[in-house]
């Protein structure tokens, strides 16, 4: 074991923790660590995947049952997000193809989560109970599916955001519609990637363990120790981080 594998486990334990607390499972924080130190482009995205499963499972049994996942609103997304990132990400796009983009898109909601954070319990208290509509859920759920295959993300960066702003559900449902949605999109598009191209390299188990345990904590923190405002602001945090890594990758 190299002190690279070392740090690289420290990341991604700080990468799951933070992302776990607004229901995300960190693979765009993931790709970042590995970008910074070199890891093997072959192995990047399955990595991520990888990891994203386990967090994302994690957190998607503990938001379940802390009641903030109405599989309902979660269907519309689900359903059309899957077969899209099964087949995007067996497309290799250059980067530069879509990464500016996305990243002035991720900037943008991060300045809006911000914005919109002091007025959190009260958008809360009036989506509360609201249901999905099907078209535009369906549409949605396409779109950040393919995003989610290219970029070897679980889509959650994109969706959270967007069921804020549209005010479909409140901040904690949001999470809890996110980590179901992630979980799924990374089981497709692992799928995908590895019957297409990449493999997966010797040290996963101890990364394996690590995020488990960010996912534990990370899912503690959103769940019963984060207030609602803070809820937004710590995904502000988690937008422009997969922000910066889109635009300066």
Do not use: C
């Amino acid at each position: 074991m190299t002190a690279p594998d070392l740090l690289l486990a420290a990341l991604f334990f700080a990468v799951a923790t933070l992302y776990a607390s607004v229901g995300h499972a960190g693979a765009s924080g993931y790709i970042a660590a590995m970008a910074l130190l070199d890891f093997a482009p072959e192995q990047v995205r399955p990595t991520a995947l990888a990891l994203n499963l386990l967090v994302g499972g994690i957190g998607l049994l503990r938001w379940w049952r802390g009641g903030h996942v109405r599989w309902r609103n979660v269907l519309p997304f689900v359903l059309a997000s899957a077969p899209a990132a099964f087949f995007a990400a067996q497309v290799d796009l250059p980067r530069e193809s879509f990464s500016l983009l996305l990243g002035i898109v991720l900037l943008a909601a991060a300045l809006g989560v911000f914005r919109h954070a002091a007025r959190a319990e009260q958008e809360d208290h009036e989506t509360a109970g609201r249901r999905v509509p099907w078209l535009p859920g369906l549409a949605v759920g396409a779109g950040i599916g393919v995003l989610s295959g290219l970029t070897g993300t679980g889509g959650a960066i994109f969706l959270t955001p967007l069921l804020l702003f549209a005010r479909w559900m409140p901040t904690r449902e949001a999470s809890g519609t996110s980590v179901a949605f992630v979980w799924i999109n990374s089981l497709t598009g692992l799928a995908g990637l590895l019957h297409a191209t990449g493999s997966l390299p010797p040290m996963l188990p101890l990364w394996l363990g690590v995020v488990a345990l960010g996912a534990l904590l990370g899912s503690q923190l959103g769940l019963h120790w984060l207030p609602v405002r803070g809820l937004r602001r710590a995904l502000g945090v988690v937008l422009l981080i997969a922000a910066a890594k889109l635009l300066f990758a």
